[in-house]
Every structure is written in structure tokens, then in C-alpha cells.
């Protein structure tokens, strides 16, 4: 928003916030809940609740007051911090969970007027804290909720060993991250990978980063071209989104690299991007669950487009037997299977859920619900969610391999691919497409292409246009809406089945 804040300033006021906490009896182990976009007052309170040996819970900011008050209760937190804009969603969330709330942002003069006490003020009249309070490498740091696919949101647990070895092991094996660079900070910190790959990385090297509440292509481009953007963080929609952006632009940063992960990046948006902007995109996989990131392509090497590259150093990343439970029975070097981690990247497990942990952590390793494969050189391959894979007459469709052949339609601006189940086929494979121009867009072209590449089965028979695709938190395409949506029948009204 037009300021630019030294990291000398942010340490001072967060100093600052951590005192205003510590008076209110926060410390050791306390959970301090926050809801707060990205916005300089994300690490303010982020790094003052760790200060104090506290740990985060960081709350999605357009959860609703039901989603919130579930997080509150579920996390037992002692506090909740929350930005002005949220409070109409935040404020009843804390009233019924009975969890104390401060509110940030709310304009000076305007206290009044909002019924919740402001940090800023609590934070001008305490004492600030000199040091931050000491705490054991595997205490936890982090609360994050998972958007599960099934059930209510668990408690991921993250410790500082696995936050403070992220950033390690990155910025000396993967990612050249310089004291002069400007990362793109759009990806939202609330979230796993906007924390760790943007955050606290760029916070370790003194980079400076571009905070962006919401995307927008057009205005991205803008501010990054504005100031200077080195490196581009984001998920393969935010790609799709600055590319398409460009294509209304003659302005172009001058990018060193770009980084993608949070789901597979379609090989002709990372050509299209290199094209483009002239940086390669460095591809890596993760989960909330590794603190997130286990594999890379790192950036002094040339990139293995379609991969994500090999595992992190001191994380074991292995294939095992996807319909083999209770145990793990790993496969050899080229065989698909579930995707298997262990190392200082794992979680302490689930809050208060230790059912669902033993279920996730088997004989030591932490089973992802992947399906991928590993080569004899360890680079790592993502074939599809194990949940995601369609069954097609008894042949196995990876949804991710349809779509890498899809977005080679230049009608193509995005797309999902997922399977509703069929009483004859058992599933059948639906694509949801975001056409580059509606008006010009033909699926009988499309589909034409899809049989050109890809065997009979795979094919999808029934193409859905929609203007946009549903997003998670992270930017993630939510298939089971889309499942969920076009299991209608009478969804299929505006569908075209071939």
C-alpha cells in the first residue's frame, strides 16, 4: 500500500506487540490465534507470539464465524488477533468461544466505534521485550489447519526444528536467495508454503518482500515491474494469472526465477512463463504436514520440467505400496506408489487427535496420499492425489496427466479434471475449462486434441465451461466441489457430452 517498512522497524514494533501480549499473560505454550491477511501486522504478531515461546494459530481470513469459533475451541487458544476487516466473522467466533480478542487496523479515532480493545494502543503502552524467550528445538511453533477432503480441519503441529531447517536447508541446497532480491509476497501467509518459501526465507536473507492482501493479475504485474521483483513464489493459478495479465502488457519484470508448488504445474504454463518473463520456474512439492517442502528443483541445476525434483537434505522421500495399510512396504527405484516422508520436516502430529496421526504416521513415515514415483537418481515425479485418481472401466486416469494435455489447448486459459461416478463406466472423466475466449471456444476442438494425445479411456467425455475454477486457501483447485457440483444431474444441463 505505498510503505516500505526496514526490518530494523519491524523487530522494534514487534517487540512492541510481543510486550503488549506478555502483559496479557501470554507466554510459554500459550496459542494465540490470528486472522490477519497479508499485511505488515502478519509478522509483527506472527514473530512477537513466537518470541514468547507462544505458539501461532494462523485462521484462513474468509473463514466464516462457524469455521472460526471451530479453530478457536479445537486449538484452545488463549487469544485471538484480528484484523479490522474480519471482525464481523471473528468477533462472534471469539464471543462464543469466550477467547479474548485485539483487534489490529482499525483506523485511529475509529476505536470507538468498534467494540474490541486495539494492539497498537496495548502495544504504545507496554514494555517491550529485550530478547525472545528460549524454547527446545522440537516445542511446537505452529498450529495449522488442514482443508482435509473429508471431516473437520486438524491441527497440523509444526516445531521450530522443522520451520528454522526449512529455511536452512533451502537457502544452502536449493533456493539462491540474495539480500538484494524482492520476492513476491502474494501467496497468503496464513498458509504453509506462504510462511516458509516467502516469509521466513526472504526474513533470513534480508530480501525484501512485496505484500499483496488478494491477487489480481494486472495489479501483480504492476507492482512487480514497480518494484523490482526478482522472484515470483506462487501456485500454478497465480502463473496462469500473471500470464494472462502479461498478455494485456507490455511490462515485464526482470524475474531471476520463479518458484511453484502447492499443486502440479502444467508443463505449458512453466514454457509459457519462461517464454514470457525469461526465468526459468523451479518446481517443489510439499504438505502442511512437512513444515512444507521435501523436494526441489533446485535452482543451480536445470530444471526437470514435470518433476519436483529430489528430496530436501536430512528428508527421506520413498514410494510404498498405495493399497497396503497398517504398514509401509516400500517399492523399488521407478515403481508408482504413495509418496512416503520422514525426517526433521515431519509435524508433531495432529492436535488432540492422535487417532488420525497413527493413521498418517506409519512404521515412522508420514504416508501423503500421493501417488508418484522415484528414479534411480532420486528425482521425484507426482502422478496424482491418491484420492483424485478417476477408475475408469477398470483403467486408472491421473487426472494431472489429462490437464498437462489440455492446457496445450491455446483455447485453454485454465482446468480441472476429475471423474463422477457413472453406473455403466463406474467413473466417468469430467473436465471443468476456463476458455481463453468464451465466445470463440469450441469442445469438440478440445476434445479432438485430448484424443489425439491421450489413450481412449482417458479422454474426458464430458466437458463443463465455467467462468472460474473453486479455490482453496492456498490456491489450490478444490475438485471435490466440482465433484460435488456436477454429481447433479441437472448440473449437466449446461455440460457437453461427447
Known amino acids: 500500500m505505498g510503505a516500505a517498512i526496514s526490518y530494523r522497524e519491524l523487530w522494534d514494533q514487534t517487540r512492541s506487540y510481543a510486550g503488549a501480549l506478555r502483559a496479557r499473560g501470554i507466554g510459554r505454550g500459550d496459542r494465540v490465534a490470528m486472522a490477519v491477511p497479508n499485511v505488515p501486522d502478519f509478522p509483527r504478531i506472527y514473530f512477537a507470539v513466537l518470541s514468547l515461546g507462544a505458539v501461532v494459530v494462523p485462521v484462513h481470513p474468509l473463514f466464516k464465524a462457524e469455521e472460526i469459533e471451530y479453530v478457536l475451541r479445537d486449538s484452545g487458544a488463549a487469544l485471538v488477533v484480528a484484523a479490522a476487516p474480519l471482525l464481523g466473522e471473528v468477533g462472534p467466533a471469539a464471543a462464543r468461544s469466550g477467547v479474548p480478542l485485539l483487534t489490529v487496523l482499525v483506523p485511529e479515532g475509529m476505536g470507538a466505534q468498534v467494540p474490541f480493545l486495539r494492539l497498537e494502543d496495548e502495544a504504545a503502552a507496554a514494555v517491550p521485550i529485550e530478547r525472545y524467550e528460549g524454547t527446545g528445538p522440537l516445542d511446537a511453533a505452529t498450529v495449522l489447519y488442514t482443508s482435509g477432503t473429508t471431516g473437520t480441519p486438524k491441527g497440523s503441529v509444526a516445531s521450530h526444528l522443522a520451520l528454522v531447517e526449512q529455511v536452512n536447508v533451502a537457502l544452502i541446497d536449493a533456493i539462491d536467495i540474495r539480500s538484494d532480491d524482492v520476492l513476491f509476497g502474494g501467496l497468503p501467509l496464513f498458509h504453509s508454503f506462504g510462511q516458509t518459501a516467502v516469509m521466513n526465507i526472504a526474513f533470513r536473507k534480508g530480501a525484501a518482500v512485496i505484500l499483496l492482501p488478494r491477487f489480481d493479475g494486472a495489479e501483480v504485474l504492476r507492482l512487480l515491474v514497480e518494484h523490482g521483483a526478482t522472484v515470483f513464489t506462487a501456485v500454478p493459478t497465480m502463473y496462469i494469472g500473471l500470464l494472462q495479465a502479461a498478455a494485456q502488457s507490455t511490462q515485464r519484470p526482470a524475474l531471476r526465477f520463479g518458484v511453484s508448488g502447492g499443486a502440479a504445474l502444467p508443463t505449458a504454463v512453466l514454457e509459457a512463463f519462461e517464454a514470457t518473463f525469461g526465468a526459468s520456474v523451479h518446481e517443489g512439492y510439499g504438505l502442511t504436514e512437512t513444515s512444507p517442502t521435501i523436494a526441489f528443483n533446485p535452482t543451480h541445476e536445470p530444471i526437470r520440467p514435470g518433476t519436483v525434483g529430489r528430496p530436501y537434505w536430512g528428508i527421506d522421500v520413498e514410494i510404498a505400496a498405495a493399497d497396503v495399510e497398517g504398514r509401509i512396504e516400500l517399492l523399488p527405484a521407478g515403481e508408482l506408489g504413495e509418496i512416503v516422508v520422514r525426517g526433521h520436516a515431519l509435524f508433531k502430529g495432529y492436535l488432540g487427535r492422535p487417532d488420525a496421526t497413527a493413521e498418517a504416521v506409519v512404521d515412522g513415515w508420514f504416508r501423503t496420499g500421493d501417488l508418484g514415483t522415484r528414479s534411480s537418481d532420486a528425482v521425484i515425479t507426482i502422478v496424482d492425489r491418491k484420492k483424485d485418481m478417476i477408475v475408469r472401466?477398470?483403467?486408472n486416469v491421473y487426472p494431472t496427466e489429462v490437464e498437462q494435455v489440455l492446457m496445450r489447448h491455446p483455447g485453454v486459459a485454465n482446468v480441472a479434471v476429475f471423474g463422477v461416478a457413472h453406473a455403466e463406466h463406474g467413473q466417468e472423466v469430467h473436465a471443468a475449462v476456463v476458455p481463453a475466449d468464451a465466445s470463440s471456444f469450441d469442445t469438440d476442438q478440445l476434445v479432438a486434441h485430448a484424443r489425439e494425445h491421450l489413450a481412449a479411456y482417458k479422454y474426458p467425455r464430458v466437458v463443463h465451461v465455467v467462468g472460474e475454477l473453486p479455490l482453496g486457501p492456498s490456491g489450490k483447485?478444490?475438485?471435490?466441489?466440482?465433484?460435488?457440483?456436477?454429481?447433479?444431474?441437472?448440473?449437466?444441463?449446461?455440460?457437453?457430452?461427447?
Do not use: I, M, P, S
Open 477 to 498: 483447485v478444490l475438485k471435490r466441489e466440482l465433484v460435488a457440483h456436477f454429481t447433479d444431474a441437472h448440473a449437466d444441463a449446461g455440460a457437453d457430452t461427447v
Open 393 to 395: 472401466n477398470g483403467y
